[in-house]
């Protein structure tokens, strides 16, 4: 066993212990299965996990996450993420949170001039293409700070999701709202 998997470990039977502390029955309620309010697209980013920024307890967000909280249609991990929080677990709210000092904004930002990278078929270079159509000219990604370029992508997202077929057909009554979460201060900022 490595040094990192003991912490792991440890650390989650702390977890495990503090719960019980405050409620022994806590993981018979998780077992008998979930109704979460929201589904929630966020980035990977180490730094974001949303149900931390939140203060939510387990079993209230269904999350999917990715590189800069993108909605690209051809994506069916999303997609079926989105289809079953819609379908089945019939979530009341979507929640898009983008977040600053986004790696895959910058990325995606820095290559603009660099379109010969996009060829590369490395899955990272081919998913910043993606971001790339959610950020301004390269002009603008200079001039705007990273909250602005963080909720320009956000609300590009939203607009991607209310075309999504998906949405479309499940969800266009569930409202959709857009946070950007800061972490110069660490809170959420709603920006629809
Ligand atoms: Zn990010």
Redesign the pocket.
């Known amino acids: 066993m490595t040094l990192t998997e003991t912490n792991l470990i440890k650390q989650n039977e702390q977890f495990v212990t503090e719960i019980l502390q405050q409620d022994p029955a806590y993981f018979h309620k998780l077992v008998k299965g979930q109704s979460p309010e929201y589904f929630v697209l966020a980035?990977?980013?180490s730094r974001?996990s949303p149900s931390v920024t939140a203060n939510m307890p387990l079993g209230n967000m269904f999350v999917h996450r990715n590189?800069?909280?993108q909605v690209v249609e051809g994506d069916h991990s999303f997609s079926a993420g989105l289809y079953y929080a819609l379908k089945h677990l019939k979530v009341k709210k979507i929640l898009i949170e983008?977040?600053t000092?986004?790696?895959?904004?910058q990325a995606a930002c820095e290559m603009k001039q660099e379109q010969s990278n996009l060829q590369k078929d490395d899955g990272f270079h081919l998913w910043v293409s993606e971001i790339q159509q959610n950020v301004p000219s390269k002009h603008q990604c200079d001039e705007l700070t990273s909250f602005e370029l963080?909720k320009l992508n956000v609300l590009n997202q939203i607009e991607n999701l209310k075309k999504h077929p998906v949405y479309i057909k499940y969800g266009s009554n569930v409202d959709i709202i857009g946070f950007v979460f800061d972490l110069s201060s660490g809170k959420l900022q709603k920006v629809t």
């Open positions: 980035c990977s980013d974001v590189v800069a909280n983008g977040h000092q986004c790696g895959g904004i963080s």
